[in-house]
């Protein structure tokens, strides 16, 4: 099928950026021309309308999906310990296979529905482990969006749940799917033994694949580092053979200036996540600090992407007024080259002749000029998910008219919504986590 892509302003690059006027060409799953003489296909009209490449969200967890509204009982929590325990810890534990369709189906619809052509995804479901990766990346593929998955070991659940975390990891790494990869998970440092962490790093270094973890996203992180081990976050997971290219650093927000250096030189990626780090109030990551391999990621709040970008700009703009307001988007160009090395697929992120066809019809006039220089004040001050029509996925429109091509999405959300509260129900009556980070001097 060759499907094109007409009469519209077309956003070829977002790092550096780049836009023409053209058609976009797609056959198969590859954009095959942009620009050039008509051809012959099914025509999207796209006059008047930007064509962007897909965002990629490199950090979330979709089983929050359903927590939104979600009654709470309990003390309210005081710190970002309290928050794991009295919230997320109680949730992820209350999941089945259900809980974890449902949240996976509804996270990736309001994904792909903003724009969001790609999750990377932390998961856990301490009671429900095997198999549910599987359930996870059946869902998203039911909706026609990629995915690279990992399941968070830890062992505040014990023992036996962190070696079937490890299990998990190397189970789905196993797999070959279109449209799914995989990572090894682990939760944070001061969730992990040291058996345990070197399970994972074993397990990254037989497979090839990178660790995906949580780096001191609060300061108990390092305070219970130096407790156990006499030494900081990053020390001890470069020491333990985590810091190597491929690998997901997420947050990063508590280093020290030795730690940023040592990330920035490793050549891991970074996922950085405004709007979850000022939620739990646990800071702000010196981002411009960790180099060119910072992404964007949600930790959860949604999957929209454009709200992301801006709200790392604002947010970074709040403390210095020389930010520079490329850097979002820029940031969103990492994301897909992320992703892209997972897939295989270099051209991920661009929209050229080979590329992979993941890209966005947003139905947004332009009331003022706009070209390659001033692109990102219009992404930062205009542009917005509500703007998005169209989605193609690696080649097929999984989005028309602001409307699920491949799901009904009126009945997912309604049978979410049941499943949601069972889910509630059962976490009433789970109480709150009773792991604690040991307590220690970071300096």
Known sequence: MTLVLSGGTVVSSLEPPSLSRADVVVEGSRVTAVGGPPLEGIRLDCSGCLIVPGNVCAHTHLYSALARG?????????????????????????LDEESI??????GGLEAV?????????????????????????VALEQLGIRSVLCY??????GPEIAAAGVRENER?????????????????????????????????HRTGAGVHVHVAEDASDQRDAV???????????EKAGVLREGALLAHCIHLDTAELASVKDSGVSVA??????????????????????????????????FAEAKAAYFRARDDDVSFPIGWPIARLAEGARFAGELFG????GRIEAGAPADLVVLDAPVPTPIGPDNLPGHWMFGLGSRAVRDVVVDGELVVTGRRLVKADQDELAAKAAEAAGRLWERCSSIGPHAFEPQEGDAA
């Open 152 to 157: 968070e070991t830890s062992d505040r659940d």
């Open 345 to 348: 697929e270099p051209a991920l």
């Open 101 to 106: 369709r449902a949240s996976a189906l509804v």
């Open 172 to 204: 789905f790494l196993a797999q070959r799917r279109p449209l799914a990869r995989g990572m090894v998970g682990a939760h944070a440092s001061f969730t992990l033994s040291p058996g345990t962490l070197d399970a994972c790093v074993d397990l990254s």
């Open 113 to 137: 529905l903003a724009g969001t052509t790609t999750v990377v995804d932390h998961h856990a479901s301490p009671n429900a482990v095997d198999g549910a990766l599987d359930v996870v990346a």
């Open 272 to 305: 950085h996540n405004p709007t979850s780090n000022m939620n739990n109030s646990v800071g702000h990551a010196a981002v411009a600090a960790l180099g060119d391999r910072v992404a964007l990621g949600t930790d959860g709040i949604g999957a929209d992407m």
């Open 227 to 237: 407790a156990r081990f006499g030494i900081r976050v990053i020390p001890r997971l």
């Open 70 to 94: 979600m009654p709470f009982g309990l003390a309210p929590p005081r710190n970002f310990v309290q928050i794991l325990q009295r919230i997320w810890w109680r949730l992820d534990r209350a």
